[in-house]
């Protein structure tokens, strides 16, 4: 059965970088994409970006460009960089797995997240 | 970007009741759409894909219908692990958008 353990500092200093990683276990890393999710009382659930394998990425223009994701498949990890913290990236923020799938007649693939990370707290205050 | 209604916000409900919860998107996903439980303290967990498809392992009193912008989760008989917020998300386009979710509380 597929898990994802996550990590990474808790307590940011407003304009510091929130680094988070997540290993996948039991699984598979190839034929997926991997997401970074954020959640917090103001902003609920709140979509950051994707990775698939090869590296390509897709990220939450809200994020004004302060957002970098990586991977190293070679430990099934990915991971999160996001840079100039301020109090408003104050949020839990989950890994998962995206799952796409073509069905027969759509144009375009669906994408779910199936498996998720427990969650990081991050709090940013000085 | 698209945005995603739920209602009701809240709902108080008893074990063994019929409840459906609704999602409205603001422009038409065919049937893109996503459901979530999140359980207090933990992460999201997939119910629900393409609008009416189930996850593995998802019990069958949950069901999802609906197209282009009017989407339901019914739960037909609750149980009281049940008890939980609900979200929409949409996988149309990107980015991808949650609704802010539905609490199902007794």
């Known amino acids: 059965q597929v898990q994802i353990q996550q990590w990474g500092a808790g307590l940011l200093k407003p304009s510091e970088t929130l680094s988070l990683t997540c290993t996948v276990y039991?699984?598979?890393?190839?034929?997926?994409?991997w997401s970074w999710i954020r959640q917090s009382p103001e902003k609920g659930l709140q979509w950051i970006g994707d990775?698939?394998?090869?590296?390509?990425?897709n990220d939450n223009p809200s994020l004004e460009s302060r957002v970098t994701i990586s991977i190293d498949t070679s430990k099934n990890q990915f991971s999160l960089n996001l840079g100039s913290v301020t109090a408003a990236d104050t949020a839990v923020y989950y890994c998962?797995?995206?799952?796409?799938?073509?069905?027969?007649?759509?144009?375009?693939?669906?994408?779910?997240?199936?498996?998720w990370g427990i969650g990081t707290t991050v709090t940013v205050s000085s | 970007d698209i945005q995603m209604t739920q209602s009701p916000a809240s709902l108080s409900a008893s074990v063994g009741d019929r409840v459906t919860l609704t999602c409205r998107a603001s422009q038409d996903i065919s049937n893109y759409l996503n459901w979530y439980q999140q359980r207090p303290g933990k992460a999201p967990k997939l119910l629900i894909y393409?609008?009416?498809s189930f996850h593995s392992g998802v019990p069958s009193r949950f069901s999802g219908s609906g197209s282009g912008t009017h989407f339901t989760l019914t739960i037909s008989s609750l149980q009281p692990e049940d008890f939980a917020t609900y979200y929409c998300q949409q996988s149309f386009s990107t980015p991808p958008t949650f609704g802010g979710g539905t609490n199902v509380e007794i």
């Open positions: 998962a797995r995206v799952r796409v799938w073509y069905q027969t007649g759509h144009m375009y693939p669906y994408y779910y997240r199936d498996v």
């Open positions: 990775i698939n394998e090869n590296g390509s990425t």
């Open positions: 393409a609008a009416s």
């Open positions: 039991g699984g598979s890393f190839s034929g997926y994409l």
